[in-house]
């Protein structure tokens, strides 16, 4: 729970950056919600891109540790368990009305452009989320764990879309059956 000022105005401008898009959502709305003047706000900011910025750093740190937790409280002490327990992970991320696909897809839209600072932490993410399967891999005896982990991580990828588009809970099921022949491939039945 956000307690500074500058905690609110980053939690509030991520809530609603995710629900509404980056460019849709004035200044002038989250300094409203949180209720701080501009003079406040720079004096923690000094632009909207930088607020993006820590918002978008804010949920790459929560989205990898709460990625983490959920492997293993899903997939238990090994690592096989962890990787399959991918599709339970993102089951309970796109559970409810909230979900509007991945943060960072998001932001690769948003950003097109590679050298913009947004776009780049939308790159930074992605492969933040690789290691952590590629570890999870090595851990799991996989001959190649970088290859293991990005064919999981381009599965995860189309599964945060198709969720975001179509709303289908079948997403999920799709998403299993391949992380479970990944599994296999690299790691035998």
Same mark, same amino acid.
């Given at each position: 729970m956000? &307690?500074?000022?500058?905690?609110?105005?980053?939690?509030?401008?991520?809530?609603?950056?995710?629900?509404?898009?980056?460019?849709?959502?004035?200044?002038?709305?989250? *300094?409203? &919600?949180? +209720?701080?003047?501009?003079?406040?706000?720079?004096?923690?900011?000094?632009?909207?891109?930088?607020l993006?910025?820590e918002? !978008?750093?804010?949920h790459?740190?929560?989205?990898?540790?709460?990625?983490?937790?959920?492997?293993?409280? !899903? +997939?238990g002490?090994?690592?096989?368990?962890?990787?399959?327990?991918?599709?339970?992970? !993102? @089951? #309970?991320?796109? #559970? $409810?009305?909230?979900?509007? $696909?991945? /943060?960072?897809?998001?932001?690769?839209?948003?950003?097109? *452009? @590679?050298?913009?600072?947004?776009?780049?932490?939308?790159?930074?993410?992605?492969?933040? /989320?690789?290691?952590?399967?590629?570890?999870?891999?090595?851990?799991?005896?996989?001959?190649?764990?970088?290859?293991?982990?990005?064919?999981?991580? !381009?599965?995860?990828e +189309?599964?945060?879309?198709?969720?975001? %588009? &179509?709303?289908?809970? @079948?997403?999920? #099921?799709?998403?299993?059956?391949v992380?479970?022949?990944? %599994?296999?491939?690299?790691? $035998?039945a």
């Amino acid at each position: 729970m956000a &307690t500074t000022t500058k905690e609110k105005l980053v939690q509030t401008a991520h809530d609603l950056f995710y629900t509404e898009g980056f460019h849709t959502v004035g200044l002038d709305r989250i *300094l409203d &919600t949180v +209720g701080v003047t501009k003079t406040t706000f720079y004096n923690h900011f000094s632009s909207k891109d930088d607020l993006i910025i820590e918002a !978008l750093r804010w949920h790459d740190e929560w989205w990898q540790g709460t990625f983490r937790k959920m492997l293993r409280r !899903l +997939g238990g002490d090994t690592p096989r368990g962890q990787l399959l327990a991918v599709p339970d992970a !993102l @089951a #309970e991320l796109f #559970e $409810g009305d909230s979900y509007n $696909g991945c /943060m960072f897809v998001n932001v690769a839209v948003q950003f097109p *452009l @590679a050298h913009d600072p947004a776009h780049k932490l939308a790159v930074e993410h992605k492969d933040a /989320m690789e290691d952590i399967l590629r570890e999870i891999a090595g851990y799991a005896g996989a001959s190649d764990p970088a290859a293991l982990a990005e064919e999981i991580g !381009l599965v995860m990828e +189309g599964a945060y879309v198709t969720r975001q %588009v &179509t709303r289908r809970d @079948a997403t999920v #099921e799709a998403m299993r059956r391949v992380v479970t022949l990944i %599994v296999e491939k690299h790691l $035998g039945a």
